[in-house]
Antibody, heavy 119, light 110 residues
């Protein structure tokens, strides 16, 4: 069965960096686009962007350029989200989510990774 | 500010039906049949409930249905149950950025 397993919670100081991982299993990793979604405490879902897992080409939503980086390690079917120069407002749960093959539906989600930025 | 507009909250009593709207433009909701709906319970990851405007993935109750008219998509939940109380989000394909998200709707079962 399809699974997306994310790395554990992180506590970081402002200005630091964090790297969240998302390990996929149960399907061919490079066949499906991967998206990243952010949810700040008590807020709605916010789209961060997506990465073509075949080419590695990333696309970022407005407001997520510069400090956010997507990367892949296809040898271990894992996608990564790295955030640099962390700010308090980056405190959120970050989800990886797979896009279905037959349309722009997000059919499987990771369990989420809480990133807390606090001094 | 989200690209797609949803009501902040809706409510209904057990057994009733409710509808949640998702309004976009001809560049997203109105232009393509790629609207999906997600249910999110507190502390949990979102779950796909409706794909491609009106398709129910395997395992999703037939009490959930989707439709679209013009630039507005709708999610209808019939025979409301306590377990339906959750946040609901719509997502649409958009020609500009690939996907656009709604701001979410909190459903309260009275």
């Amino acid at each position: 069965q399809v699974q997306l397993e994310q790395s554990g919670s992180e506590l970081k100081k402002p200005g630091a960096s964090v790297k969240v991982s998302c390990k996929a299993s149960g399907y061919t990793f490079t066949t499906y686009v991967m998206h990243w979604v952010r949810q700040a405490p008590g807020q709605g879902l916010e789209w961060v962007g997506w990465i073509n897992t075949n080419t590695g080409n990333p696309t970022f939503a407005q407001g997520f350029t510069g400090r956010f980086v997507f990367s892949l390690d296809t040898s271990v079917s894992t996608a990564y989200l790295q955030i640099s120069s962390l700010k308090a407002e980056d405190t959120a749960v970050y989800y990886c989510t797979r896009e279905s093959w037959d349309g722009y539906n997000l059919d499987h989600w990771g369990q989420g990774t809480l990133v807390t930025v606090s001094s | 500010q989200s690209a797609l507009t949803q009501p902040a909250s809706v409510s209904g009593s057990p057994g009733q039906s409710i509808t949640i709207s998702c309004t976009g433009t001809s560049s997203d909701v109105g232009g393509y049949n790629y609207v999906s709906w997600y249910q999110q319970h507190p502390g949990k990851a979102p779950k796909l409930m409706i794909s491609d405007v009106s398709n129910r993935p395997s395992g999703v109750s037939n009490r959930f249905s989707g439709s679209k008219s013009g630039n507005t998509a709708s999610l209808t939940i019939s025979g409301l149950q306590a377990e339906d109380e959750a946040d609901y989000y719509c997502i649409s394909y958009t020609s500009s950025t690939r996907v656009a998200f709604g701001g979410g709707t909190k459903l309260t079962v009275l």
